[in-house]
């Protein structure tokens, strides 16, 4: 058991760029998930994954980020025409099982200058 | 709706002195509760988890929670605070049917003096 990893562990971006990032789950973990955590703040659910399948996406979750998880194993977030406000720690965790503990990677700390 | 409060944004002890950081949340069913840490730039450690049975239950670095029904409460304690427990905290109730998302109070900040 590796634990929930996730790159680029840093991303600086210009405004207007797009930006990915990937999360790869423990292995035998169904399900997936991504919050987003601003300064001061607790983190905030956007998406969940059962297997391949999307099945919640917050009302934070813009028109401009789109997420995926081909086949059930990896998972890619991706937001498009990055703004200011997108600034934030974005953190993968992947569980399973009755009692649903989820597993948390380090983030991925995204600065829009 | 489901929340989580943590009514204590900053919080400084004494190394050596006790500590309790509060936790209460909203939620309609029996919940599943977790307490966690995060040091600066770094991501989430689980210190302890509620599911079920008995209501103190132990986690790491010597930290208890009480979960307690009545008050819709599952606060944090440890008796003797060490530096190297400056961090953040974070209260999460999990919703039991669904998705199974968390939903994370505010945090707490702990600082701690020499």
């Given at each position: 058991d590796t634990g929930v990893s996730q790159d680029p562990r840093h991303k600086i971006t210009k405004r207007g760029q797009n930006v990915t990032f990937r999360c790869d789950p423990i292995s035998e973990h169904n399900r997936l998930y991504w919050y987003r955590q601003t300064l001061g703040q607790g983190p905030e659910f956007l998406t969940y994954f059962q297997n391949e399948a999307q099945l919640e996406k917050s009302r934070l979750l813009s028109d401009r980020f789109s997420a995926e998880r081909p086949k059930g194993s990896f998972s890619t977030l991706e937001i498009q025409?990055?703004?200011?406000?997108?600034?934030a720690m974005y953190l993968c965790a992947s569980s399973s099982g009755t009692y649903n503990e989820q597993f948390f990677g380090p983030g991925t700390r995204l600065t829009v200058l | 709706a489901q929340s989580v409060t943590q009514p204590d944004i900053h919080i400084t002890v004494s190394e050596g002195a006790s500590l309790e950081l509060r936790c209460n949340y909203s939620y309609g069913a029996t919940p599943y509760l977790f307490w966690y840490v995060q040091s600066p730039g770094q991501g989430l450690q689980l210190l302890l988890k509620y599911f079920s049975g008995d209501t103190l239950v132990q986690g790491i670095k010597g930290f208890e929670a009480e979960f307690k029904r009545s008050q819709s409460s599952f606060n944090l304690r440890k008796p003797s605070v060490h530096w190297s427990d400056a961090a953040e905290y974070f209260c999460a109730v999990v919703l039991t049917s669904g998705t199974y998302k968390y939903i994370f109070g505010t945090g707490t900040r702990l600082k701690v003096l020499a």
């Open positions: 025409r990055t703004e200011q406000g997108d600034s | -």
